[in-house]
């Protein structure tokens, strides 16, 4: 494990509770991924259930729902996108809370131990 001092590293917020940050980026991922899926599946059930009872009404309904589902599945997959936005908003302040605030958009973005462009990883900073 690299531990240096100075911001950023060991006596950085983000770099004290990296662990913290790896857990969270670890939940988003699942939610990435899964929420979409379930989303997407209930909602050609409840459309393959409306046409099954060859309801108008109801088929338009559950369409309507589907693509409400939809919509939602694409906002969650892009919630990493998100937050790797407002954490590239932070580069505005002075460079010793930038290199804290990297610490936090690495492990959340990339929980499971990619290199980011200088080479640390989130394990890096795990205690």
């Known amino acids: 494990m690299l ?41 050609m059930l409840d459309l393959g259930k409306a046409v099954i009872a060859s309801e108008d009404k109801a088929i338009s309904k559950a369409a309507k729902a589907l693509a409400m589902r939809v919509l939602a599945g694409m906002l969650i997959f892009f919630i990493p996108t998100i937050i790797s936005f407002v954490f590239t908003m932070v580069g505005t302040f002075n460079e010793d809370v930038k290199d804290d605030f990297d610490v936090c958009k690495l492990c959340i973005t990339q929980p499971n131990d990619k290199s980011n462009k200088d080479g640390k990883t989130c394990g890096d900073y795990v205690r």
């Not at 911001?7 to 770099?15: E, S």
């Not at 670890?26 to 939610?31: D, H, K, N, Q």
Request: glycine share 14%.
């Open 3 to 43: 531990f240096m001092e100075g911001p950023g590293t060991v006596d950085g917020f983000c770099a004290g509770t990296a662990s913290l940050w790896q857990f969270v980026g670890v939940i988003l991922l699942v939610f990435k991924i899964v929420i979409p899926i379930v989303l997407i599946i209930w909602g």
